[in-house]
């Protein structure tokens, strides 16, 4: 009779045990995916050459194309904000993932995330750091990301309470254009920069690092949105 009340409550709580081993998958899943996409996309090099003068970072990138002949004359026209993408997404999701009470996170990690914000903001952020510039129209909208998302490190542990179904499904969507839309400029721009560089070019490990970064972050907030909403509810 015992063996037998142990078998039941045993089976009754596989499907709970399971359900938060997911949970913690996909947490740490998501969270170590960010934190590789955001060094990858801030540090790492999207167009590869050994000189290291000829390396450019996505921030680099984002400012190089300003000075191509065609983009500087009209003739070809493009968003450099797009390479920025995949750090801005970054930036606004750490601290909003790093106080979420439904994922599964150790202390450590939670604040590792919220203390890499600092330098991966900072990478987004205008090579130029005088008031006049980082207003000027051209670099305000990195300017109010970079704000916002060290205002969101400031007050992460108060917005634990966000559901994580709206937080993960709008990160996905959101991790979804930050890999679509540097890839499609880049292709708009390739051959302008073969051009300036005199040799073939192609994107470089630091922009595929960061893509599989965004990919691992995005399946991991899938499944903790999917296992969050069994266990909580």
């Known amino acids: 009779m015992t063996q037998t009340s142990n078998a039941v409550t045993q089976s009754s709580q596989d499907p709970q ?3 938060v081993i997911y949970l913690k998958s996909g947490s740490i899943m998501l969270a170590l995916g960010l934190l590789i996409a955001g060094f990858a996309a801030a540090f790492a090099p999207w167009v590869w050459r050994p000189p290291v003068a000829l390396q450019l970072t996505g921030p680099g ?3 190089f194309v300003k000075f191509l002949p065609q983009v500087r004359t009209g003739q070809l026209q493009g968003e450099r904000l797009f390479f920025l993408l995949p750090l801005m997404v970054v930036i606004i999701s750490l601290p909003l993932f790093s106080g979420s009470r439904q994922l599964y996170l150790p202390g450590w990690l939670r604040w590792t995330m919220r203390l890499s914000v600092l330098p991966l903001a900072l990478a987004t952020l205008s090579p130029v750091w005088t008031p006049g510039i980082l207003l ?3 670099f305000r909208l990195q300017t109010v ?7 969101l490190t400031l007050i992460s542990p108060l917005l634990g309470g966000i559901p994580l179904r709206i937080l993960g499904w709008l990160f996905v969507a959101a991790g979804l254009a930050a890999l679509v839309l540097p890839y ?3 292709s ?5 920069i073969q051009e300036a560089y005199h040799e073939p070019v192609s994107l470089g490990w630091g922009w595929w690092l960061t893509a599989l970064g965004m990919v691992v972050s995005m399946a991991g907030a899938i499944i903790a ?8 509810s």
Do not use: D, R, Y
């Open 188 to 192: 708009l721009v390739q051959a302008q």
């Open 136 to 138: 000027a129209a051209e």
């Open 184 to 186: 499609w400029q880049f």
């Open 61 to 63: 990138l984002a400012e």
């Open 17 to 19: 045990t399971e359900t």
């Open 225 to 232: 949105t999917i296992f969050s909403t069994k266990a909580f």
């Open 145 to 151: 990301m970079v704000g916002l998302a060290l205002g």
